[in-house]
């Protein structure tokens, strides 16, 4: 949970949620895309607050599972109540920064795939 939690993005999250929407009923779809920056601002608020490092070696230095689980779902807890605080206008940023992330990865792996292709092409001209 720590490490995959360590080297998860908003970003990612994003993708990985509208790729699961992909999969459902259409309805789903039209809401989710409606309401993606309220989804991408509490990922990127909670994805922030579990990569606190304090909370990590916290995490990581209990052995029971029980234990790390609860103290995963107090820590969402809070997360939670505090986010609930903030205003409209921080959680726009954070649905901004969130989105740009997305853009910026999906952009990468854009031009990954061309020179793959290109790598491809060229390997198999004789």
Do not use: C
């Not at 990954?112 to 001209?125: F, N, P, R, S, Y």
């Amino acid at each position: 949970m720590a490490k995959k939690t360590r080297n998860t993005t908003p970003g990612e999250m994003s993708f990985l949620w509208l790729n699961g929407v992909r999969v459902k009923a259409s309805n789903f779809v039209v809401g989710s895309v409606r309401h993606r920056a309220n989804f991408e601002s509490w990922s990127n608020y909670l994805l922030t607050g579990l990569k606190n490092m304090k909370f990590l070696q916290q995490l990581e230095s209990q052995t029971d599972p029980w234990n790390k689980a609860r103290t995963v779902g107090q820590k969402i807890s809070q997360l939670a109540a505090s986010y609930r605080e903030l205003s409209d206008e921080q959680k726009e940023q954070l649905a901004h920064e969130t989105e740009t992330e997305l853009k910026a990865g999906a952009k990468i792996l854009n031009e990954d795939k061309k020179q793959l292709l290109e790598l491809v092409t060229t390997a198999a001209d004789p």
